[in-house]
């Protein structure tokens, strides 16, 4: 992590230096990937319909009457016009559909619920580009790529979808949402809680902002999470950053890495080098993202607890140099090769291109600004301190844009989120994000509900059987917490 | 009110079409008007020093980097770093210094909330001006002119003012304001209730948009004054605008209405004619809302209950069209000429050049669309309907710019808003803009203070001799709830 490196809430680290993996190149392998998600759940059948809202495309102001089509997507076999309600997603950064098929969660509660399921895509991710393939030319048309327009999004949407389905005007809302999805979700419940009685956020590090807290603690869990895999593991890893130095000292040493790591295109410098590391750093934080207890295709096709099977590769870490990246090659080699496929390991990305890297480094750019740090230490990675300067100056580079480090805790509360009601935060243990999470109670109805064995929002994932206990009562708990909320609302429905 | 009629909150009518005075030019009318505001509160002295904030010009974007410089005052004589308490004025739409001076309530209470007092001015109004003199230019710089902008600006001046005044940090802020004021203040405490522990929203219609009242409530409201003050007061306004249609039908009737009526500039057709009663009408609105018991300066120099001074003069709807226009001179010069000092009337302008006539009438034709008519019957107008279409036409001529109706109801929950805490609703019974406020309670911390003898925020006003029982207990109970707030504050504060 010698460079800036910007972490992402899905694709976790991107360097926004290094050159943006084009989505489209590889839509053959995205399709192939997504029918492969189905695995996991084929108790239930999603079946939706696709539909497009005309949006403003600056909510804020009125100076141009410009729109463009938000996608969403309805599933209603369950909805019961009688006593039921609607599952509102606060899309994140990706297709819609990608978010849709994993979140099973909610076609499984559906029945339960009566409910309506509306899946909303993010403004300029997947097909909701404000200005098609213009949209990520500059930062004058990326800028009404906002949280707060995206929020004016939602809004207007379910306006327009109590007007337009009969019978939507009377039943409640609900937001649910994983991941920046999930951040969402509670800022929406925040702000416009007219529109939803309650918000589930799942996995929604919404204290990873300034100073909420230290800018280690992501790593730190994510070194946690390895070692519990595997007692030398982290040991490994961490002295691997300095085995891949001295290897690469001169251009035998480069050649002989890339032969190691089967790099599809090989190494040729020092800037090379440190792209490598980032993109094997960034594969371990995914990892402990991604860490299941079944087999799984979220970020990449994966076996079940991904990162038991990346440490049984590195029990050792006092090998030679040489055989120590082999074992990495073979503990990356989970990861990136699962199905089998791969012939090389590609370093230019590290997730499904179904999340949207421009986006989100434009986001991580203004907004969304998360500052992560390591020290070496207490985590498995090279020593990086955060360094909001350097950050700024890459951000101005890339994009045009300068950070407003401040402005979401201005905006949203930090900290100070008490007198808000109605939000279920919910954290796996093993997911380094819940170092940014709310997990402990803040009031009554601001409840945190912990899952000891989970990783990144695996409470909003379809039921399988393999699911821990700690999940399922997890998710029965988010359920109950729910119809409470639907039970209050028809309450005082009543009473008027 | 042939043609469309813009009512702003404190100045009520303002035509699109008309020309808009120039502030500038009447500057030294303007600091005679406001020593004379002095009349009513001779016991406080009002102390402050003015400061200037550099705000982003937009929150919501980040292409640009522009900022403007904030005017905002604050007086801390009474403020107590020990158990204080910082009362945030919600500037609205003028000058911060002249709603300072008309805010005596602030000041009177000071001392006993041991409270530092902050005037913040509203971006486009008084000294804050985004862009200097080219704020109105045109509807691109007109583009930050929102009340989205504006909390925004509250939200960061406060951040501003914790982080650099030493005490203020652990200090509960509370909001105040009247009229768009206190829409701000409500609106400021719903959005971002991190910033303040509650908010005093004085004469706040929060509900005078879309369809959340009848449309002709207000108008009802100032007819109800007016019979109020002389029974047949309504009956010979009603009567007048048909006096002056019969009058007018030809050359010699517009001279001598223009003479009985002592006019500034004679009127030379219709349009004049149809300008002329709107002008009217925007005086009796005007005199509904300043309707005080004792002689004041808001909008114009008046005396005690200047409504029934002016019912004096219209206590006989049936005597001739010259007679009855004679008597409506009489009852103007009320409210034009209580100076003795106007030698015509200008109808170009019914209210203190203090207001920002410009930036209300671009806010009315985007956000703070209000739906006003009057049926003649209910009223003592002539007949109007709300016509959104023809509306939305006339904005587009003006400013090149569509109302978005329904937009504010999205935003800020409408009728909706049970969720929030901490709010008082404040309404006189006397004031038209009450039909648009809350007048009741919607919870136990979102109440609802009516007082019978009160017109437009007549409880921020300083404590006067001549105040009705019901209007000192009114504050007395604001108080009580301040206090409430203030004291739940340091109890959480303590438990932390």
């Not at 950053?241 to 290897?247: P, V």
């Not at 950050?391 to 844009?401: A, F, G, H, I």
């Not at 821990?468 to 409470?484: D, G, I, N, W």
Request: charged share 20%.
């Amino acid at each position: 992590m010698g460079r800036r490196v910007l972490l992402l809430l899905l694709m976790a680290f991107v360097m926004p230096g290094a050159p943006i993996p084009e989505p489209l190149a590889v839509k053959a392998l995205r399709s192939q990937r997504l029918s492969s998600s189905f695995i996991s759940r084929p108790a239930v059948v999603m079946k939706y319909t696709i539909h497009y809202f005309q949006q403003k495309i600056d909510h804020f102001g009125f100076k141009t009457d410009k729109t463009f089509n938000q996608r969403y997507l309805i599933a209603n076999q369950h909805w019961k016009k009688e006593g039921g309600s609607i599952l509102f997603y606060t899309g994140n950064e990706g297709d819609i559909i990608w978010f849709c098929n994993n979140t099973g969660f909610m076609w499984d509660v559906a029945e339960e619920l009566k409910a309506m399921l509306v899946f909303a895509e993010h403004r300029y991710y997947g097909e909701s580009l404000p200005y098609g393939a213009n949209s990520f030319k500059d930062s004058r048309h990326l800028n009404y790529l906002t949280s707060e327009q995206a929020l004016a999004d939602y809004a207007e949407l379910i306006r327009h979808l109590k007007v337009t389905i009969p019978g939507a005007e009377n039943q409640p809302f609900i937001a649910v949402g994983g991941s920046y999805g999930g951040v969402l979700a509670a800022w929406f419940r925040m702000k416009y809680p007219h529109f939803v009685v309650g918000a589930l956020a799942a996995s929604a590090p919404i204290w990873q902002f300034e100073d909420m807290v230290p800018c280690g603690v992501f790593m730190e869990i994510v070194t946690t999470d390895f070692r519990r895999s595997g007692p030398n593991c982290p040991e490994t890893i961490r002295r691997s950053w300095e085995a891949i130095n001295r290897l690469t000292r001169n251009g035998t040493g480069l050649h002989l890495l890339s032969e190691a790591l089967h790099l599809c295109v090989p190494l040729t410098n020092s800037q090379d080098v440190q792209h490598l590391k980032d993109w094997i750093s960034e594969t371990w934080v995914n990892l402990a993202m991604v860490d299941y207890p079944y087999e799984s295709n979220f970020l990449q096709p994966l076996p079940a607890w991904p990162v038991k099977m990346v440490c049984q590769y590195l029990k050792n870490p006092h090998v030679s140099d040489t055989q120590l990246v082999k074992n990495i090659f073979k503990a990356l080699n989970v990861y990136y090769n699962y199905s089998g496929q791969a012939r090389c390991l590609n370093t230019s990305e590290t997730t499904s291109s179904r999340l949207g890297s421009q986006g989100w480094s434009y986001q991580a750019c203004t907004e969304m600004v998360m500052p992560f740090c390591t020290n070496g230490i207490d985590d498995m990675f090279e020593p990086h301190s955060w360094d909001l300067k350097k950050y700024s100056e890459d951000c101005y580079r890339q994009w045009n844009v300068r950070p407003r480090a401040s402005w979401v805790t201005s905006m949203y509360g930090g900290k100070d989120i008490s007198s808000h009601t109605n939000i279920i935060f919910s954290n796996g243990d093993l997911d380094p994000w819940s170092g940014g999470g709310i997990t402990k109670n803040i009031s009554d109805t601001l409840v945190a509900i912990t899952i000891p064995e989970g990783a990144h929002h695996l409470d909003l994932r379809a039921n399988n059987a393999f699911d821990p206990m700690t999940v399922l009562l997890a998710r029965s708990l988010e359920v109950k917490y729910m119809k409470q909320w639907i039970r209050d609302f028809y309450g005082s429905l009543r009473k008027k």
